[in-house]
């Protein structure tokens, strides 16, 4: 019989906001993060008589493939998690699917780490049955303060971040204050007698109301300038509030929008004290980059979204160039070496904030993380019918904006409709390829699979036939040669003349020449190259390799 649940028992997601990337990644989940874990025992596989029902099991002594039969007696026995030590990807999917089996979730440890380092730590939490964390604060109000600045970027205002009882957490930077904004930011919380005439105008019962942004008109004569709020809530409990003046310039059009996301993803960072808020972030955060990478189930996210089958699931994806110009940078690309480091990170920090924030605007169960250089947005629950129209609306929104706010030249990819959470790793697969293409070939901005997928499969063969110098066709490098020598333009003529079929006139129209001129060019092109353009094959591939070179 089983041992009855240890009394300090803590949730699977508590050992893991504590442990996590550091020394474990999540490989399955299938019963969600919120299984109770009740004690940490070391298992050595010569001695399977340790009880497991409610426990983390850490496997000594055994590791990959090895510890299959493990982690299927861990299952039977009603262990809440199993650690094992994996080596390579291979192991790590069939250790996936028998723990996906057996029910039981599995915990992969970085072969570095020690065991009893890994014990001590999860001990330490389950036995103060609560969330043991060294994360500095200083962290989440740095992330606080680059929220406010984010929001100020988006709404053109200054910004103030303040909790329910009117003290000012985080602020945006800006001249023009009034006197408001100025007596609160230098003695960190509202002055009385201006918080009394807000709450005789009824401002905060409206902000605590719901999620209505609560616009203030201008009153000059009280040193108050126009503004706009939101309550920043948790279901039903106000955490506080965003607020926006105006300056100089008047609000931006998409300040309201803005302040709406910006009241969801603040709320995340207040609630159960700033440092578990900002754990908790961070954990969705790799947990999410694990669903998208392949590494972990979609149940390990279950906590985070509820999903409905009957609707679709989509990921858009965005890149950036650091210089603010040109195309974005592939996703095997090092921006650093283009930019300074330092300038680089800043920069992807706040477009992934702006991303942040406009996703939680359109969807309040949106999930962003970043993978290398790119942001991904995990969108769940659309509309099956009006997803791809939608989220495509959405990501033009956000690379204009952030083009427009944060002078960074951004480019972004919509992958396909998936109907499961489960299939996350196709859309986001896709969203990769539209961007891969987009620095290669593809002069756009922003794609869906299905407009470019012709173009795409294009861009891939020609990446293909660049990688292999034995797919070089030593003809075409003649006419380069060539037109280098002479000044002529042969290349530029014979792709006119095949992408238009061979239709002269066509072709001539394009190239804004006569017909005749074309034919000639054509002629030399065949004469100098050996190539012969009569054969439907060299023709074919004659096009790839100028495309090839000469861009596609």
Known sequence: MPPPEHPSAVPLRELLLAVGAPLVDVLAAPAGLEVPVGDVVILDPEDETVPYAGDLVLVIGVRGRGAAHLVRSAGRRGASAIAVKVDVAEEA??????????????????????????????????????LTLDTDIGDSIGDLFSLAQTIATLTGGLVSIEDSASRVLAYSGGEDADELRRLSV?????????????????????????????????????????RLAVGIRAGSQPLGSIWVQEGSAPLTAQSEEALLGAARM?????????????????????????????????????????????????????????????????????PESRADRSEVELKRRRMTSLISVHAAAYRRDALVTTLGSRVYVLLPNLARRSAEASVLALTRKIVEAARRLLGVAVQGAVGSVVGRLTDVTESRGEADRILDAMSRDLGMDVATISDVRARVLVSETLAHLRADPRLRDPRTARLFEHDAAHGSELVRSLVAYLEAFGDVRTAAGRLHIHPNTLRYRVRRAESVSGIDLSDPNERLFTHLQLLMEHGG
């Open 266 to 334: 603040t709320a995340l960072h207040l609630l159960r004290h700033r440092t578990e808020a900002t754990a908790g972030l961070r954990l969705r955060e790799d947990l999410l980059a694990g669903l998208l990478e392949g590494r972990i189930e979609a149940a390990a996210l279950a906590d985070s979204i509820e999903v409905d089958h009957d609707h679709a699931v989509m990921v858009a994806a965005f890149a950036f160039s650091p210089a603010g110009g040109g195309a974005a940078a592939p996703a095997e690309a090092a």
């Open 186 to 226: 230098l003695g960190r919380q509202g002055p009385e007698q201006y918080l009394a005439l807000l709450r005789e105008w009824g401002v905060f019962q409206r902000l605590r109301a719901g999620e209505e942004v609560v616009r203030i008109e201008e009153h000059p004569e009280l040193g108050i300038r126009r």
């Open 93 to 130: 999917e069939l250790l996936r699917a028998t723990a996906g089996e057996s029910g039981v979730a599995l915990l992969a440890v970085r072969p570095d780490v020690r065991w009893e380092q890994l014990q001590s730590l999860c001990r330490s939490v389950v036995d103060d049955a609560r």
